[in-house]
Every structure is written in C-alpha cells, then in structure tokens.
C-alpha cells in the first residue's frame, strides 16, 4: 500500500485521553488537520494513539503547518461503521526527507562470468 500522507495546519487539538485497558495503560490525544482539496479547504480529524505519537504532536501549535503520515482503519460497532485516521509520523510541512542516491550496482553477470560446465556437477531435474 502506498504511505498516506497530508500536508495542511493544524486547526484544532482536541483533549487529551487516558484509559486502562486488558493490554495496559493507553493514551491519545485528536486534532483537526485542514488542508486544500483541489480549491477548497477541508478537515480531517487525526488520532496520535500511544504515548509517544502524543509527544510528538506536542511538538507542534494550533496553527502549525505539518506534514503527516497515517494509516486508515475502520471498524463495526452496534451494527455502524466508523473510520479511524490513525499518526504514525508527524514532521514540519515543506520538510523535504533526504533522498539517497541509490548505491552503485554491479553490473549484470554476463554469459562470460558463468562457471564451466562441468558434468559432475550436473543435477537431474
């Protein structure tokens, strides 16, 4: 699957939640990401799930423009469908990640760089 991503700023942060559950203390907190659909503004609300996606997102203001990375989920209850929008990596809009140039590759081997033939080492199949 191709990486999700968005770049807008962000409009909202909604409140911080805690919780215990049968796997351990949780923690999210939501915000409000707008961005530009083609000539129009639109909303989008995101999920920092766990404690360290929180922190990150505390790195950054209401109004801050960001770029971030997501995966979607949806999931059933009472018979109702809701999507969840769920960070995975928050970093500053506009940050262009380092492109390394690929490594240099050796040549494809050619019909020269095949071994002899040798007819003990034949195999029958």
Same mark, same amino acid.
């Given at each position: 699957m191709a990486a999700l991503e968005l770049e807008g700023k962000i409009k909202q942060k909604l409140s911080r939640q805690s919780g215990q =559950? =049968? !796997? *351990? @203390?949780w923690e999210k907190q939501e915000f409000i990401l707008e961005y530009q659909d *083609?000539? &129009? #503004?639109a909303d989008v609300m995101v999920t920092a799930f766990g404690s360290d996606k929180v922190a990150d997102l505390d790195r950054y $203001? +209401?109004?801050?423009? +960001?770029? +971030? =990375?997501?995966?979607? !989920? @949806?999931?059933? &209850?009472n018979g109702r469908w809701y999507n969840d929008v769920r960070l995975w990596k928050i970093s500053p809009a *506009?940050?262009?990640?380092? +492109? $390394? @140039?690929?490594?240099?590759?050796?040549? @494809? #081997?050619?019909?020269?760089d095949m071994p002899a033939d040798i007819p003990e080492n034949?195999?029958?199949?």
């Open positions: =559950s =049968s !796997r *351990g @203390a *083609g000539n &129009y #503004p $203001q +209401v109004g801050d423009a +960001v770029k +971030v =990375s997501f995966n979607l !989920r @949806a999931r059933e &209850y *506009g940050q262009n990640t380092a +492109v $390394q @140039a690929p490594a240099p590759q050796a040549p @494809a #081997p050619g019909i020269d034949d195999l029958p199949f």
